[in-house]
């Protein structure tokens, strides 16, 4: 048995000292410091914190067909090393996307020894693979993507409302949620024909290009066709605050409606974006400084549910920084390795704790993806998925604490705080003091 202390440890509803008694992979009980079994291996953390192991349910790791833009490898190092312990991979970047058994099983045959830390797959809703959705359900998916606009990938294509409600019933039936992305191209269209001569260099181009009502009327939509499938809901990446007073009411009418927000859209701001950068583009757009203090108060209130990073790295020359074009460059923001500091820097300021970084990064994320019996608590008979943080340090972001494929990032020499120390998936040490010990041990999370 092995027992690992800290004077905080963040178990369900608390932060308290305690020990983490370690039976093969899993937590066999939590109990106070001076209980530890005489003849257990001992590990003290002391001051630092340890974390359930965080889940990351927004995850673009393209393998396989497109590991040059990431790959199992190195998402999962990332993952690692930014205390991230399980993943959910999104089926629309890899050949073949994951909208059939078949490409399901491509993609565990290249994950297969190559994981540091444990993964599960969303399968992908197209217009042509309604026969597939049970199939990939019955195989073992967490639940299913869609997009309403064109998704970036010409393979992955878009839904009209016509195929989404011919869907509707069948994801349904399977009981999983589906996660869209909510934006309708009518607003986008109409803003893109009023900048066609517009300076596409300039951020303020690119974020009137997809204003907020391209997510409103999505997810005003969305709503009314959960109250008539009665299906679960997951809206992806909300950047718009102007959408949480729809939120709140599909809520107070008890529909099955949850949502997430990411990173960039917590730390980033419109006001700060210079023309060029395209390091920060992605879809929909990083807003204003006030949206971001109000898409902060909903997280605080529960209208948001979780954090996930949307991590969607590409090659360099895809962001086309030579010319800065807001209009051509690749839209996503990797942040695998850095979510956790980055989220700590701004939760911790606006007087959030350690507890709400669990519910938010770890909990949350985990009960979206139908895992949350096994993962992300600290309690006994659930998986040894530890991270040891210490929240005092701060460190200046460099590339070499990417460990992506690409060390492309908009928050290189941001001074963060709280530095993740050691990962532990299953009792297994797999990430520390920038090392990565051990031959692979993530598998794919199964019931």
């Known amino acids: 048995m092995r027992a690992f202390l800290s004077r905080r440890v963040v178990t369900p ?30 590990h003290d953390f002391r001051e630092a914190a340890i974390l359930p192991g965080l889940v990351d349910t927004h ?8 590991a040059d833009w990431e790959g199992f490898e190195s998402a999962t190092r990332a993952a690692a090393a930014g205390g991230c312990t399980m993943l ?17 099983e491509r993609k565990r045959a290249a994950a297969r020894g190559r994981c540091r830390v444990d993964w599960a797959s969303w399968g ?80 303020g181009t690119y974020l009137r290009s997809r204003p907020d009502e391209a997510e409103l009327s999505a997810i005003r939509l969305l709503v009314s ?6 299906f679960r809901l997951h809206i992806v990446h909300l950047s718009t605050s102007r959408a949480l007073g729809e939120l709140r009411a ?34 929909p757009p ?29 090659p360099a020359q895809m962001k086309h920084m030579d ?52 993962k992300a608590q600290i309690a006994a008979g659930y998986d040894a998925d530890l991270v040891v943080f210490d929240p005092q340090s701060e460190f200046l972001v460099s590339k070499e604490r990417l460990y992506y494929r690409h060390p492309l990032s908009p928050y290189l020499g941001e001074k963060l705080r709280g530095v993740v120390k050691a990962t532990y998936l299953r009792g297994n040490l797999v990430f520390a003091d920038g090392q990565f010990p051990g031959a692979p041990t993530g598998r794919e999370f199964r019931l």
């Open 13 to 42: 509803g608390k932060i308290q000292p305690a020990a983490i008694l370690i039976e093969g992979e899993q937590i066999a009980s939590v109990v106070p410091p001076n209980e530890v079994p005489a003849g257990a291996e001992v």
């Open 59 to 66: 995850v673009h790791i393209n393998d396989p067909g497109r």
């Open 88 to 104: 959910v991979d999104m089926p629309l970047n890899c050949v073949p996307a994951t909208t059939s058994v078949s490409g399901l």
């Open 124 to 203: 992908g809703v197209v217009p042509d693979n309604q026969n597939d959705i049970a199939a990939l359900a019955a195989a073992g998916v967490r639940g299913f993507k869609c997009f309403l606009v064109h998704s970036g990938v010409d393979s992955f294509t878009m839904l009209t409302e016509r195929q989404l409600k011919a869907a509707l019933p069948r994801v349904a039936q399977t009981g999983l949620p589906l996660l869209v992305h909510a934006e309708l191209p009518p607003a986008i269209d109409h803003a893109h024909r009023d900048l066609e001569q517009a300076d596409w260099r300039s951020y």
């Open 225 to 230: 066709l959960c109250r008539r499938y009665q």
């Open 250 to 283: 599909a809520r107070s009418q008890g529909l099955p409606v949850t949502a997430e927000t990411c990173p960039h859209y917590l730390y980033l701001t419109s006001e700060t974006i210079a023309n060029g950068a395209t390091l920060n583009k992605c879809a």
């Open 286 to 314: 990083v807003r204003s400084r006030q949206n971001r203090e109000q898409l902060w108060q909903g997280l605080r209130e529960e209208t948001i549910d979780l954090i996930a990073t949307d991590h969607s790295p590409c």
């Open 323 to 374: 010319e800065g074009s807001f209009k051509t460059a690749w839209g996503g923001i990797a942040s695998l390795s850095l979510a956790l500091p980055l989220i700590w820097t701004e939760a911790s300021q606006r007087g959030s704790s350690l507890l709400d970084i669990a519910r938010w990064m770890a909990e949350g994320p985990a009960r979206l993806a139908g895992c949350h019996m096994r």
